[in-house]
Nanobody, 121 residues
Framework: QVQLVESGGGLVQSGGSLRLSCSAS????????AAWYRQAPGNQREFVAA???????NYADSVRGRFAISRDSATNTVYLQMHSLKAEDTGVYYC???????????????WGQGTQVTVSS
């Protein structure tokens, strides 16, 4: 069973930056679509950013212009670069990836375990 491993979360002051990473626990064939979500205490999980296999990206209005989603196809790693962080960006960040384990595999989606981002005001 493929697992997604996230890293890069932590405590940062308001206005600071962080870069989150999401990679598979084993070698995989390809990543097609991917997205980042976040969940603040007491809130529902919400969409943050996504990209499609065609190269299109989409962002929540609250992060557009401050966050950037990207991927490294060589390592099959998905990133979320976050700048100008605000206290309201605090939460657990999850990656969701549609991937194929092998060239013969069907596409399936997987969720990461989450990484905590805390922005102090």
């Amino acid at each position: 069973q493929v697992q997604l491993v996230e890293s890069g979360g932590g405590l940062v002051q308001s206005g600071g930056s962080l870069r989150l990473s999401c990679s598979a626990s084993e070698s995989i064939f390809s990543i097609n679509n991917a997205a980042w979500y976040r969940q603040a205490p007491g809130n529902q999980r919400e969409f943050v950013a996504a990209f499609t296999s065609g190269g299109a990206t989409n962002y929540a209005d609250s992060v557009r212009g401050r966050f950037a989603i990207s991927r490294d196809s060589a390592t099959n790693t998905v990133y979320l670069q976050m700048h100008s962080l605000k206290a309201e960006d605090t939460g657990v960040y999850y990656c969701k990836v549609d991937l194929r384990r092998t060239e013969q595999s069907r596409e399936r989606n997987y969720w990461g375990q989450g990484t905590q981002v805390t922005v102090s005001s």
